[in-house]
Nanobody, 124 residues
Framework: RVQLAESGGGSVQAGGSLRLSCAASTDSSGTLVMGWFRQAPGKEREGVAAIYPGGGSTYYADSVKGRFTISKDNAKSTLYLQMNSLKPEDTAMYYC?????????????????WGQGTQVTVSS
């Protein structure tokens, strides 16, 4: 199973930007569906963005469309999430995840590899 490690979280003011990174332990990340999820205190984990291998089709939650961009560097086995125009409601623990099978791209139930998470805090 691929090991995932997130980095890049932090505290920013509303309107600011952050870029999250997720390093995968194996080169097979080039063949996995990978995604970013987040979980705020007292809320369920929700899908933020996902990217498919091959053509690299991307999917975004409506709440982040136009502000967040997911990308992947297969040579570095690294997944990214560029977050712009951050809002206080984006505050959450952000997780990187991977899967090799099918399923809805933004539903965490389909993913079987998870990182430990990185905290993002946006102040107003």
């Amino acid at each position: 199973r691929v090991q995932l490690a997130e980095s890049g979280g932090g505290s920013v003011q509303a309107g600011g930007s952050l870029r999250l990174s997720c390093a995968a332990s194996t080169d097979s990340s080039g063949t996995l569906v990978m995604g970013w999820f987040r979980q705020a205190p007292g809320k369920e984990r929700e899908g933020v963005a996902a990217i498919y291998p091959g053509g690299g089709s991307t999917y975004y939650a409506d709440s982040v469309k136009g502000r967040f961009t997911i990308s992947k560097d297969n040579a570095k086995s690294t997944l990214y999430l560029q977050m712009n125009s951050l809002k206080p409601e984006d505050t959450a623990m952000y997780y990187c995840a991977a899967r090799s099978g099918g399923g809805y791209p933004l539903d965490p139930i389909w993913y079987n590899g998870w990182g430990q998470g990185t905290q993002v805090t946006v102040s107003s």
